[in-house]
T-cell receptor
Framework: GAVVSQHPSRVICKSGTSVKIECRSL??????MFWYRQFPKQSLMLMAT?????????EQGVEKDKFLINHASLTLSTLTVTSAHPEDSSFYIC?????????????FGPGTRLTVL | TQLLEQSPQFLSIQEGENLTVYCNSS?????LQWYRQEPGEGPVLLVT?????EVKKLKRLTFQFGDARKDSSLHITAAQPGDTGLYLC????????????FGAGTQVVVTP
C-alpha cells in the first residue's frame, strides 16, 4: 500500500517551454501533497504544499508563477514548470500524505529528472 | 524554524561492520521519520517514531527516539551492501499541514 507514482520519470525540453509533471497516489487518498526539488548529493528542498481544492502554499524563494501547482483531486497533483530555463534542471519529487495518517508520514514518488537545454 | 542536524554526512564501511546515524534538534517533534533513498529514486519510508524513548527494530536496523523527542538515531548491525543509500531523518513541523523538516542526509556506502 501507499504507492505514489510520478510521470514522466525523465524529461528533456528546450529553454522557454513548459513542462508538466503529474503525481498520483495510487491506493490511498491524499489530504496533502508536497513538491520537492533535490540537487545532487543534497537533501530535499520543499517547494510547495498543496491541498486538494485550494491554492498551494509556496516556500520562501519559490516563484509561484513559475512553478504552477494544481491539486485537482485527492489523488492527483500536477507541477508545471513554466518557461523553463537550464537552471531549472533538477530532480523533482512529489510526496503524498494519506488522509488517514496521524503522524505526518509522507510517501514519495520515484521522482522526475528534468533537463532543460 | 525547527532545524534538524544530521551526522555524519558520509559513512563508508565494510560489510559486517556496524554504523550509527544521528539526528538532533533543539526543537521537539511530534513524530520523526527515517527514509532511505537510492540514486535516481524517491525516498522510501523506513519507520515513524512517535513516543519519547521509543525503540523500533526493522531487521538489522534499530531506531530510537530521544526521551525529549528532540533527537533520534539509526543503528545498523552487520551492514550489507544493500544498505548503501542516502538516509534522511525528517521531523513533523508543528501547525504546518504536515510539512516535514528534513535533515541534510547521511550517505552510507557499504563495500563488500
Amino acid at each position: 500500500g501507499a504507492v505514489v507514482s510520478q510521470h514522466p520519470s525523465r524529461v528533456i525540453c528546450k529553454s522557454g517551454t513548459s513542462v508538466k509533471i503529474e503525481c498520483r497516489s495510487l491506493d490511498f487518498q491524499a489530504t496533502t501533497m508536497f513538491w520537492y526539488r533535490q540537487f545532487p548529493k543534497q537533501s530535499l528542498m520543499l517547494m510547495a504544499t498543496s491541498n486538494e481544492g485550494s491554492k498551494a502554499t509556496y516556500e520562501q524563494g519559490v516563484e509561484k508563477d513559475k512553478f504552477l501547482i494544481n491539486h485537482a483531486s485527492l489523488t492527483l497533483s500536477t507541477l508545471t514548470v513554466t518557461s523553463a530555463h537550464p537552471e531549472d534542471s533538477s530532480f523533482y519529487i512529489c510526496s503524498a500524505r494519506p488522509r488517514t495518517s496521524g503522524y505526518n508520514e509522507q510517501f514519495f514518488g520515484p521522482g522526475t529528472r528534468l533537463t532543460v537545454l | 524554524t525547527q532545524l534538524l542536524e544530521q551526522s555524519p554526512q558520509f559513512l563508508s564501511i565494510q560489510e559486517g561492520e556496524n554504523l550509527t546515524v544521528y539526528c538532533n534538534s533543539s526543537s521537539v517533534f511530534s513524530s520523526l521519520q527515517w527514509y532511505r533513498q537510492e540514486p535516481g529514486e524517491g525516498p522510501v519510508l523506513l519507520v515513524t517514531v512517535v513516543t519519547g524513548g521509543e525503540v523500533k527494530k526493522l531487521k538489522r536496523l534499530t531506531f530510537q527516539f530521544g526521551d525529549a523527542r528532540k533527537d533520534s538515531s539509526l543503528h545498523i548491525t552487520a551492514a550489507q551492501p544493500g544498505d548503501t543509500g542516502l538516509y534522511l531523518c525528517a521531523g513533523a513541523v508543528t501547525d504546518s499541514w504536515g510539512k516535514l523538516q528534513f535533515g541534510a542526509g547521511t550517505q552510507v556506502v557499504v563495500t563488500p
